[in-house]
Nanobody, 118 residues
């Protein structure tokens, strides 16, 4: 069972930057494509960014493209989300997830809160 743990969330001002980390419990992390999702209060969980198992392929939601950068270090079993030019609408709980089948994510972290003030 792959366990995931996010960290790095916090309270920042609009325009600031923040980097989230997701550490996996097992080396099998390297076999999984990974993604970041977020859920704002009163809204459904939404896709943020994706990275292939090798790191060669990435994808972003339109709302964060050109502001967020996803990356991973397989040697450290860790994935990152560099968030720049943060906006109040980026406020949400951010989750990392491991893909087990195409477009299916069966392993999730507990989430980390990101709050962006005006």
């Amino acid at each position: 069972q792959l366990r995931l743990q996010e960290s790095g969330g916090g309270l920042v001002q609009a325009g600031d930057s923040l980097t989230l980390s997701c550490v996996a419990s097992e080396r099998s992390f390297t076999k999984h494509s990974m993604a970041w999702f977020r859920q704002a209060p009163g809204k459904e969980r939404e896709f943020v960014a994706y990275i292939s198992w090798s790191g060669a392929g990435t994808d972003y939601a339109a709302a964060v493209k050109d502001r967020f950068t996803i990356s991973r270090d397989n040697a450290k079993s860790t994935m990152y989300l560099q968030m720049d030019s943060l906006k109040p609408e980026d406020t949400a709980v951010y989750y990392c997830a491991a893909e087990t089948k195409l477009y299916e994510y069966d392993f999730w972290g507990p989430g980390t809160q990101v709050t962006v003030s005006t």
